[in-house]
Antibody, heavy 120, light 108 residues
Framework: EVLLVESGGDLVQPGGSLRLSCAAS????????MNWVRQAPGKGPEWVSL???????NYADSVKDRFIIFRDDSSNTLFLEMNDLRVEDTAIYYC??????????????WGQGTMVTVSS | DIQLTQSPSSLSASIGDRVTITCRAS??????LNWYQQRPGKAPRLLIY???SQQSGVPSRFSGSGSGTDFTLTIKSLKPEDFATYYC??????????FGQGTKLEIK
């Protein structure tokens, strides 16, 4: 069974930092395009960041220069390092895999999410 | 960025009804359009990819169509478990993927 389990969400003050983790089982993180997608309360999902199989990364403009996506192949875990957090970063953060069965770039596997709250 | 506009924002329907949700893109995206279902407190679930292809395990009552800028998700013969929020997502402009604002399907 393919499973993604996020952790690390917490309440943090504006300007603070947080590291999210996404532990994978049933799939190899380095073998897929892996993403972080967030969803603010009552809003639609928002793509945050992507790491390609080769290690290249991309970020939404809203988080560029503040967030870093990386992976640890030995533990088969995806990470999101979040710095200079803002109130508008408050959301549930999901890790999600892009399907490699076709060229749809659809998110076919999702974790259960971890909540990040930025508030003073 | 490519904007996606869903209509309606909310919809009331009864068990057994057929419903259609529309997603309009701000510019042509071919068939790079995917649909998701999200139940309360759960992660989104992929239903339809490439505008009209059904994801494995998705019931056949879900179907998608469209190309260019106009797309539809149709659910025929609604079941109780179908009452949820539905999102479209474009994957034409990679990797700046964008989602629609959602359509909440409620029981009448």
């Amino acid at each position: 069974e393919v499973l993604l389990v996020e952790s690390g969400g917490d309440l943090v003050q504006p300007g603070g930092s947080l590291r999210l983790s996404c532990a994978a089982s049933g799939l190899t993180v380095s073998g897929h395009q892996m993403n972080w997608v967030r969803q603010a309360p009552g809003k639609g999902p928002e793509w945050v960041s992507l790491i390609l199989t080769g290690g290249s990364t991309n970020y939404a403009d809203s988080v560029k220069d503040r967030f870093i996506i990386f992976r640890d192949d030995s533990s088969n875990t995806l990470f999101l390092e979040m710095n200079d957090l803002r109130v508008e970063d408050t959301a549930i953060y999901y890790c999600a895999r892009i399907s490699d069965d076709d060229d749809s770039d659809a998110f076919d596997v999702w974790g259960q999410g971890t909540m990040v709250t930025v508030s003073s | 960025d490519i904007q996606l506009t869903q209509s309606p924002s909310s919809l009331s329907a009864s068990i057994g009804d057929r419903v259609t949700i529309t997603c309009r893109a701000s510019r042509s995206i071919g068939t790079y359009l995917n649909w998701y279902q999200q139940r309360p407190g759960k992660a989104p679930r992929l239903l339809i990819y490439s505008a009209s292809s059904q994801q494995s395990g998705v019931p056949s009552r879900f179907s998608g169509s469209g190309s260019g800028t106009d797309f539809t998700l149709t659910i025929k013969s609604l079941k109780p478990e179908d009452f949820a929020t539905y999102y479209c997502q474009q994957s034409y402009s990679t990797p700046t993927y964008t989602f629609g604002q959602g359509t909440k399907l409620e029981i009448k």
